[in-house]
């Protein structure tokens, strides 16, 4: 089965800086897809990144990227120029492929993240 | 543009009782699954779905039932309502094509009180 852990269960940074959430996982397997989700206090789940395991290349989408390290199995969320709107719990999650694991997704606990002013 | 609809958003149920969290998404996505967040945790995986007519246990289905009928439905039972159920419930979906999986969408979430 596969684990997914986040050290950090809270985090703060200031605003217009640059944090660094972690996520170590677990699994044999060598196809996956790794995603961060961002939850607010409005409770609603959103996508925030996704990385191929396949890929080489770490994913960005803005201010978000990845620090992506498979052997290590190292899933890191790097947060440039934060604003207060960065406000969230962060889940890690790693989804086995469907011919592995029918596709089942597996959430670390999260880290809370506040972002001051 | 709905995405996944979750109903109700609130209940409040004594121990014993039963009910059923709907769950419908517009999506045509094959892939449904529901969770259960307990404070202070992650998602755990309770079923999914990888298409209509088939249905599956995930991490924790104790005390739930599923079903699939159609490839936008996925309902949520719960038999006989407990305590350790109280929690907030997550219906998610995404779509696959060629073997490759999507990202999950989710509902708003449902909060269950059991006393």
């Known amino acids: 089965a596969q684990t997914v852990t986040q050290s950090q269960p809270e985090m703060s940074v200031q605003e217009a800086e640059t944090v660094t959430l972690s996520c170590t996982y677990d699994?044999?397997?060598?196809?996956?897809?790794l995603f961060w989700y961002k939850q607010p206090p409005s409770r609603q789940m959103i996508l925030v990144i996704r990385?191929?395991?396949?890929?080489?290349q770490n994913a960005t989408e803005n201010r978000f990227s990845v620090n992506f390290q498979k052997a290590a199995k190292s899933f890191s969320l790097k947060i440039s120029d934060s604003q207060l709107g960065d406000t969230a719990m962060y889940f890690c999650?790693?989804?086995?492929?469907?011919?592995?694991?029918?596709?089942?997704?597996?959430f670390g606990d999260g880290t809370t993240l506040t972002v001051k002013p | 543009n709905a995405g996944v609809t979750q109903t109700p958003k609130f209940q409040v149920l004594k121990t014993g009782q039963s009910m059923t969290l709907q769950c419908a998404q517009d999506?045509?996505?094959?892939?449904m699954s529901w969770y259960r967040q307990d404070p202070g945790m992650g998602l755990r995986l309770i079923h999914y779905?990888?298409?209509?007519?088939?249905?599956d246990q995930g991490e924790v289905p104790n005390g739930y039932n599923v079903s699939r009928s159609t490839t936008e439905d996925f309902p949520l039972r719960l038999l006989s309502a407990a305590p350790s159920q109280t929690s907030v419930y997550f219906c998610?979906?995404?779509?696959?094509?060629?073997?490759?999986?999507?990202?999950?969408?989710f509902g708003e979430g449902s909060r269950l009180t059991v006393l």
């Open positions: 998610a979906s995404s779509s696959f094509s060629g073997g490759a999986l999507g990202e999950l969408f």
């Open positions: 699994t044999s397997e060598s196809n996956y897809y």
């Open positions: 990385q191929e395991a396949y890929k080489q």
């Open positions: 999650a790693f989804r086995a492929t469907l011919n592995t694991n029918a596709g089942k997704s597996t």
């Open positions: 999506m045509n996505h094959e892939y």
């Open positions: 779905s990888v298409g209509a007519g088939i249905t």
